[in-house]
């Protein structure tokens, strides 16, 4: 199957639309922009170089943080699946659009500020936090650098059930 994946970066042009399908999948759609901007180097001046709109796809997990975040007029990062969409008007002219399934959707932070509000595996609460199953990843191990031992001190996340409590390594 043609699969092109790609990262557009741009903002929000429509409110996102949240429906309910008949098979019980939600579907939420908007469509964003990507303006190409170019230094012209003669005047010193940033010169528009065209627009890219395309309607994004957000299904399963994604509608719902989605449409608790992001509102018209957001910078926003979208990955996923480039699709052409090719249809006839009611006045018989051929068009064609660009449509994105999206896999992930974020704030731009170049262009804004956001606060994380993390979901809950288990439906916790909206305080409750996703844990990560991988016992003593990288990752894990990178976000704790600092925590009540320093900027020079990590900790090692423990084995699973009945080891001794994470010691420090050196950094």
Not at 29 to 45: H, Q, W
């Amino acid at each position: 199957m043609y699969e092109a994946m790609a990262t557009v970066v741009g903002t929000v042009v429509t409110q996102p639309v949240k429906r309910d399908l008949s098979n019980g999948e939600q579907v939420l759609t908007f469509r964003m922009a990507s303006n190409s901007r170019r230094l012209d180097f003669a005047t010193g001046e940033w010169t528009d170089n065209g627009t890219l709109f395309l309607t994004v796809t957000c299904w399963r997990r994604l509608v719902g943080g989605v449409d608790a975040s992001l509102r018209r007029g957001d910078p926003v990062l979208v990955y996923g699946q480039l699709r052409s969409h090719e249809y006839r008007t009611k006045d018989g002219v051929e068009r064609r659009d660009l449509e994105m399934r999206a896999t992930a959707v974020g704030p731009d932070l170049s262009r804004c500020t956001a606060r994380v509000s993390r979901r809950s595996e288990t439906g916790g609460g909206s305080g409750a936090l996703i844990r990560n199953t991988c016992v003593g990843s990288s990752a894990e191990n990178r976000a704790r650098v600092g925590e009540e031992l320093g900027d020079s001190a990590a900790i090692v996340a423990s084995a699973p059930s009945g080891s001794a409590a994470p010691e420090p390594v050196d950094a």
